[in-house]
T-cell receptor
Framework: RKEVEQDPGPFNVPEGATVAFNCTYS??????FFWYRQDCRKEPKLLMS???SGNEDGRFTAQLNRASQYISLLIRDSKLSDSATYLC????????????FGSGTQLTVLP | SQTIHQWPATLVQPVGSPLSLECTVE??????LYWYRQAAGRGLQLLFY??????ISSEVPQNLSASRPQDRQFILSSKKLLLSDSGFYLC??????????????FGSGTRLTVV
């Protein structure tokens, strides 16, 4: 089983749609969670951290379910500029050594 | 401000040729540094990480090596490139995000094509 698993997609949605991505992780000791965004042929960039209480940043909402070892990202009112690959990322507490990346979910927002 | 520089942006090299990719960071001291590779259509694979000068840990056996000659410099090398070394190479450093844990900031990457 992969340490971090994501649905690879692709997700093709019309502008204005709401889309949700899911991610599961295998290590119950994991403590920090992030969503990164990677545009085509570019480096990944941090989109948002994920907190146990859930957090929202504009049109983006991230949720964490520790019991199910499950992370989600919801994008509301999709824009063309949201088209990218979204990476789920997990880190163990106090471990600056490395993060574990999912293979990414590809999103294309269509006009 | 803290920045990370990586070069070159693109590189086309023949099989059997040597490789040297450089990464430098500014605005911090004693960072944890990482080299990742992303093959076409694939996820990120950790190649090496370093917690200090001269300290290198390798995550996967391969045709590559890494060195950290200075605190803020991380170099990825190969003596003889293979076709399978083609990919997108990313340097990164650990950043503590608002006390929530360590995330990464990535350099802009080097796209290597071995021909």
């Amino acid at each position: 089983r992969k340490e971090v698993e994501q649905d690879p997609g692709p997700f093709n949605v019309p502008e204005g749609a709401t889309v949700a991505f899911n991610c599961t992780y295998s290590n119950s000791a994991s403590q920090s969670f992030f969503w990164y965004r990677q545009d085509c042929r570019k480096e990944p960039k941090l989109l948002m951290s994920v907190y146990s209480s859930g957090n929202e940043d504009g049109r983006f909402t991230a949720q964490l379910n520790r019991a199910s070892q499950y992370i989600s990202l919801l994008i509301r009112d999709s824009k063309l500029s949201d088209s990218a690959t979204y990476l789920c990322v997990v880190n163990m507490r106090g471990s600056a050594r490395q993060l574990t990346f999912g293979s990414g979910t590809q999103l294309t927002v269509l006009p | 401000s803290q920045t990370i520089h990586q070069w070159p942006a693109t590189l086309v090299q023949p099989v059997g040729s040597p490789l040297s990719l450089e990464c430098t960071v500014e605005g911090t001291s004693n960072p944890n540094l990482y080299w990742y590779r992303q093959a076409a259509g694939r996820g990120l694979q950790l190649l090496f990480y370093s917690v200090g000068i001269g300290q290198i840990s390798s995550e996967v056996p391969q045709n590559l090596s890494a060195s950290r000659p200075q605190d803020r410099q991380f170099i990825l090398s190969s003596k003889k490139l293979l076709l399978s070394d083609s990919g997108f190479y990313l340097c990164a450093w650990s950043v503590l995000f608002r006390g929530d844990g360590y995330g990464y900031t990535f350099g802009s990457g080097t796209r290597l094509t071995v021909v």
